[in-house]
């Protein structure tokens, strides 16, 4: 099929895989069987430049740079209400880590193209993965280039690369040999950034080798998008061969609400493969396996997106 497939995407056969992982985060468990169908899925995550040839193709503005309604955001402070994205600040040294306003923080006038806020800009990182998009605006730009956004258990399974069941998408060492294999934070999260894989921030999609099925990225540098509504955690295994269930699953989406934030009913979908502020001292999440919740609305600095066409 690989030989028919659109630039820059891969044919995925599909199969039968074991999703998530029991050692690791609550959410991931258990780990259970997912068949999915075959699908041919991005190389790289969807760049800036990518998502600048959407919006002067169509005028598109993202749902960072459109003003919110306050009727969705009971209690929220006017300046919360005006154009703008959460950013990332590296701290000057440790701070509570339950707390996540120590280091991130609301930004007028962050969007995509000003990814940190006014002053900021993309240009020098064109082949950087576009970030600040929300859930629709990574919609808008798969229904322009003709594709869709995969679910959760196609993002895994791609992301796995193959390799049934490991740690990690390369394998089963962090760093095997001591390389760095993906853009990931080493050191202390969130003051102290060695860099030890060469970048601050977000890289060049393709600086790290590919995996097993020649995808860049599946494991840090951004998060990406998926379909799913999360829940909290896997459903259960079930035995018989005859009942694996398909991709994709119905989840309620009422479900997927922050059960921390009563007041604020926004839905929350899964994002997959972890960032490159990703350490393991506050997030183990550079795992095929790791799945996180964010709600709709919220671009941030390290989530994007990559396409598949089914
Ligand atoms: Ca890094």
Not at 151 to 179: I, K, S
Not at 200 to 216: E, I, M
Not at 254 to 283: H, M, T, W
């Amino acid at each position: 099929m690989d030989s028919v497939s659109p630039p820059g995407m891969r044919w995925l056969p599909g199969g039968t895989f074991r999703m998530g992982a029991n050692r690791a985060y609550p959410e991931e468990a258990p780990v259970h069987k997912v068949t999915v169908g075959g699908f041919w899925i991005d190389e790289y995550a969807v760049t800036n430049r990518d998502f600048a040839a959407f919006v002067a193709a169509t005028g598109y503005r993202t749902v960072a740079e459109r003003p919110l309604n306050p009727a969705d955001y009971p209690g929220a402070a006017p300046q919360m209400l005006k154009p703008g994205s959460l950013v990332f600040h590296k701290t000057r040294g440790p701070v509570d880590l339950r707390d996540i306003r120590n280091w991130w923080t609301w930004k007028a006038g962050a969007y995509w193209r000003h990814p940190e806020g006014k002053g900021t800009s993309v240009a020098g990182r064109l082949d950087h993965p576009v970030v600040q998009v929300a859930f629709e605006d990574a919609q808008a730009y798969a229904h322009w280039a003709g594709k869709t956004l995969p679910t959760e258990a196609e993002w895994e399974f791609a992301a796995r690369g193959g390799l049934d069941g490991a740690e990690f998408v390369w394998g089963t060492e962090l760093t095997p040999d001591g390389c760095q294999m993906a853009n990931t934070w080493q050191g202390e999260f969130p003051w102290q950034n060695l860099c030890a894989d060469g970048f601050q921030g977000t890289s060049p999609v393709g600086a790290f080798p590919p995996n097993g099925y020649g995808l860049f990225d599946m494991a840090g540098n951004v998060w990406e998008w998926t379909t799913d509504w999360f829940r909290a955690r896997h459903q259960s295994e079930i035995s018989s061969p005859c009942c694996v269930p398909a991709n994709s699953r119905d989840r309620p989406v009422e479900a997927s609400c922050d059960p921390a934030q009563p007041k604020l009913r926004i839905p929350r979908k899964v994002v997959k493969g972890g960032s490159f502020l990703c350490a393991p001292n506050y997030c183990r999440r550079y795992r095929p396996a790791a799945r996180h919740a964010q709600m709709i609305d919220s671009g941030m600095t390290h989530i994007g997106f990559r396409c598949v066409i089914r």
